[in-house]
C-alpha cells in the first residue's frame, strides 16, 4: 500500500537523472567569505555560488515565478529575497504563532501546485498549545509582500513538550496532493501507533482534507490522514522529477556535526 513512498538510499536511478539542481541551506560560519566553486566528480561538473548571506537559521526555501525567493528562518521568519540576492530587511507578515524552541520553530515552505492562479503558499512550523508543541501546517495567499487570509490545516496529534524531532518537509505530488513529514518527537514508540502523529508521513489533499484512499483510512482506531508510519525524524523529501515518486530520507541518530554552531548564514546554489 506504500509504493509510491520510497526511500532515497533505495533508489539508485537518481545517479541517471540527466538534469541536477540543487538548492541547499549551507553552514558557513559567519563573517567567512565563500568562493565560488567548482567541484569534479566521477560522473558530473558541480558549480557551487553563494546565493545570499545575512541569515539566522534558514530551513526552507521556495522559489516565487518571478524570480524571488521566499526563506524561512527558524527562529519564526519568513524572509523575501530579491531576484538580485538581496534580503529584505522587513521579514514577511500575516505568519501564526509560532514555537521556537530546540529543533522547532518556522520550517519549511512550499507553493501551491497552482500557484499562478491561486498564489497560496503553505508553512509548516512547531505549533504552540498549552505548554506543549507539534508540528503544524499553515496555507495562506500571497498579495506580493505578505501573507493574507491564513488557515491552519494541519495539527500534529498529541503535541509534547520535547524540542526534538519535528520533520518537516513539504510536497505536492502530480496530483496535488500535500505530503508533511513528520518526526517521533524523541519518542520512539509513538512511531509504531497509527492512532499518533508522530514518526509518520502525512497525505492531504492541498484543502487539509483526508485523501479518500489513503492506506489506513478504512483502519479502526487509525488516524485517516496517515500514509506511513514507523519513521524517527524526515527531514528530507521531493518528488522524483520523472516518475513522479516521492522520495525522502531519515535523520539518523549517528554521525553529522556535534558542535553547537551560532550562525548559519548562507544559502548555496548548485548547479550542473
Known amino acids: 500500500m506504500l509504493s509510491s513512498f520510497y526511500p532515497a538510499r533505495c533508489r539508485p536511478e537518481i545517479s541517471r537523472l540527466g538534469i541536477l539542481i540543487l538548492y541547499a541551506v549551507m553552514l558557513i560560519p559567519a563573517g567567512q567569505a565563500y568562493a565560488e566553486k ?6 558530473v561538473t558541480l558549480k557551487v555560488e553563494e546565493i545570499v548571506r545575512g541569515l539566522e537559521h534558514p530551513w526552507g526555501l521556495a522559489f516565487l ?3 524571488r525567493m521566499l526563506i524561512t528562518e527558524r527562529p519564526g521568519r519568513l524572509r523575501l529575497i530579491e531576484r538580485d540576492g538581496s534580503l529584505l530587511s522587513r521579514p514577511v507578515q500575516g505568519l501564526p504563532p509560532i514555537s521556537a524552541h530546540g529543533q522547532g520553530g518556522l520550517l519549511d515552505v ?7 492562479s491561486n498564489a497560496l503558499v503553505y508553512l509548516s512550523y512547531a505549533g504552540p498549545g498549552k505548554g506543549d508543541m507539534g508540528t503544524e501546517v499553515v496555507r495562506g495567499r500571497w498579495n506580493g509582500t505578505d501573507l493574507e487570509n491564513t488557515e491552519v490545516i494541519f495539527r500534529m496529534l498529541p503535541k509534547s513538550g520535547t524540542g526534538r524531532h519535528f520533520g518537516s ?20 514508540p509513538r512511531a509504531q501507533k497509527l492512532n499518533d502523529h508522530a514518526g509518520s508521513v502525512i497525505r492531504l489533499n ?3 482534507s ?11 482506531n487509525a488516524f485517516p490522514e496517515i500514509f506511513s508510519s514507523g519513521h524517527r525524524n524526515i527531514q528530507g523529501a521531493a518528488l522524483h522529477p520523472v516518475s513522479g515518486e516521492l522520495w525522502a530520507h531519515e535523520h539518523g541518530p549517528q554521525g553529522g556535526v556535534k558542535a553547537a554552531v551560532p550562525d548559519w548564514p548562507a544559502v548555496i546554489l548548485v548547479t550542473l
Not at 512550499?110 to 499562478?116: N, S, T
Not at 479518500?212 to 479502526?220: G, M, R, S
Request: proline letters at 6%; a negative charge; zero cysteines.
Open 169 to 188: 518537509r513539504l510536497v505536492f505530488d502530480l496530483e496535488g496532493r500535500l505530503y508533511i513529514t513528520l518526526g517521533d518527537r524523541g519518542n520512539r
Open 65 to 67: 515565478p518571478d524570480g
Open 206 to 208: 492541498a484543502d487539509g
Open 210 to 220: 483526508v485523501v479518500e484512499d489513503n492506506p489506513f483510512a478504512q483502519k479502526e
Open 110 to 116: 512550499a507553493l501551491h501546485p497552482d500557484f499562478h
Open 38 to 43: 567548482i567541484i569534479r566528480t566521477e560522473k
